[in-house]
């Protein structure tokens, strides 16, 4: 079992900065796809990026289209925490933002951004951009 814990969410003006983090802890033995989901208030949850941990395609990363060049997935091995910086942010960014783990052989592939492929989720942490 994996526990995610998600923090760093907060307001924030257009053009600003935040960092999210995600705290991971439990069995993370193998090769798991780490993400960042978003959903904003009548949407769907959507990918923004993830990353790949353990032994299979290590740190090779996924981001979505509306967020390239503007945030970065990073891991930090020893401290068991995946991030998320958050450059130029703008108000459509505004949603809550969940960590997910998916415990899976060869990385995360082409199905990363497929939010009911994930089995672990945290509880989400705040966006607004105003």
């Known amino acids: 079992h994996v526990q ?12 600003g900065s935040l960092r999210l983090s995600c705290e991971v802890s439990g069995n993370t033995y193998g090769t798991y ?3 960042w989901f978003r959903q ?3 949407k769907e949850r959507e990918g923004v990026a993830t990353i790949s941990t353990g032994t ?7 981001y979505a289209d509306s967020v ?5 997935i990073s891991q930090d ?5 995946v991030y998320l910086q958050m450059n130029s942010l703008k108000p459509e960014d505004t949603a809550m933002y969940y960590c997910a783990a998916d ?15 994930y089995h672990y989720w945290g509880q989400g942490t705040q966006v607004t951009v105003s």
Not at 68 to 72: A, S
Not at 77 to 81: D, L, S, V, Y
Not at 103 to 117: L, V, Y
């Open 4 to 15: 995610l814990v998600e923090s760093g969410g907060g307001s924030v003006q257009a053009g």
């Open 56 to 62: 299979s395609d290590p740190g090779r990363t996924y």
């Open 68 to 72: 390239k060049g503007r945030f970065t």
């Open 33 to 35: 796809c780490m993400g």
């Open 40 to 42: 904003a208030p009548a």
């Open 77 to 81: 091995n020893a401290k068991n925490t």
């Open 103 to 117: 415990p899976r052989d060869g990385g995360c592939g082409g199905t990363w951004s497929i939010w009911s492929k």
